[in-house]
Every structure is written in C-alpha cells, then in structure tokens.
C-alpha cells in the first residue's frame, strides 16, 4: 500500500471483502445471515396472526357488551381461541376454574404452555397450551399474550356494562374442581 500510494487500496479492500464472503460459509455464526427468506416468511407470518388475532379480540371486547353472563362471555372467549389455533386455555380463579381442551388436539406433537397472570376480580390465571406442530413458539407465546389481554379487556368491559362482579354461576363454586364448557359445536339450545 505505500509503494502504491494508496492506489491500491480499494483493490485490496475489495479483495479481502470478497474472501471474507467466500468463506463466511464456512464459520456457523454467518450461516443465519443468508437465511434472508425464513426470516421474512416467519415475520410475515406472525404479522398475519397478529392481524386476525387482534380482530379477534376486538370481536370479543365489542360482544362483552351484549352478553349476558360470564358463562356467555366464556363461552365466546373459547370461540376465539380455537379459531387462534390453541390446544387448551384453563382460567384458574378465586372460587374454581374453568378448562377447555380441543378435540382437535395431536398426541405426538411438542406440547407449548405459557401462564398470564390478570389483575381481575382478586386475580385470575389464563394458561394456554399449544402443539409445535401447528405454531412456531414464537407464534405461540405472541397469541397467548393477545388471547389473554383479550379476555381481560372483555371481562373488565363486561364488569362495567353489568355493574356485577365477574364470577361464574353456581356450577363456579365446585371449589378447585374442573368445569368444562361444551363447544359451540355441540352446544344445546335451552327449551
């Protein structure tokens, strides 16, 4: 380079560039840099998630006000997140829970779990299950995280519109005992 007076210098900078390109295929760290497209299709894919899951959640928010119990409000909130793609969802509160389990749900799959606690009524538990084989975990613990501040946003506005406390009916008070809703799908009309 100080033979040349510096004439050289691009030449050799680009040179070198082009050797560190060549065998930056050869040192692990680089190998995600080239993995450009995974990297845009997973974030595209979780901004469509987003999107409906979002749309979701506003549905139930604008429904809280029409229901009429929180056995009502429960049931929707188990619509939203079937159609979310969850495997289970447990609401765990003072005087019992509540549990839902997909029919849908695979045994050999990588099971996912995520809990979120909600500063409602005394405190409530909302704990998602998932399978691997239906959402990345990334996905997963995004939706989980809308499902749950969904249900709080419904329940606070259902607690708001109805001036009453968001508690179960009597069927509630099983202490820790399971009580598990039906699916829309096999839902039966009362005479």
């Known amino acids: 380079m100080?033979?040349?007076?510096?004439?050289?210098?691009?030449?050799?900078?680009?040179?070198m560039c082009l050797t560190l390109l060549l065998s930056a295929r050869s040192f692990n760290f680089s190998r995600d840099w080239f993995a450009v497209g995974r990297v845009l299709e997973n974030s595209a894919?979780?901004?469509?998630e987003t999107h409906y899951a979002l749309a979701l959640a506003r549905w139930l928010e604008l429904e809280a006000e029409r229901t009429a119990s929180v056995e009502e409000l429960w049931s929707d909130f188990i619509f939203t997140v079937r159609k979310m793609r969850f495997a289970s969802v447990r609401l765990a509160f003072s005087d019992g829970e509540r549990t839902w389990r997909s029919s849908e749900t695979l045994a050999g799959g990588k099971a996912l779990s995520r809990t979120?606690?909600?500063s409602l009524e005394?405190?409530?538990f909302l704990e998602f299950g998932g399978d691997a084989d239906v959402m990345s975990e990334r996905v997963f613990v995004h939706l989980s995280e809308l499902a749950a501040e969904s249900w709080l946003k419904a329940a606070s506005r259902w607690r708001a519109c109805n001036e009453k406390p968001v508690r179960f009916g009597p069927s509630a008070s099983l202490g820790s005992a399971s009580a598990t809703l039906p699916t829309a799908q096999t839902k039966v009309a009362p005479p």
């Open 116 to 118: 979120h606690e909600l």
């Open 2 to 15: 100080f033979w040349s007076q510096g004439k050289w210098v691009p030449i050799l900078f680009g040179f």
């Open 122 to 124: 005394g405190g409530m």
């Open 45 to 48: 894919e979780l901004r469509k």
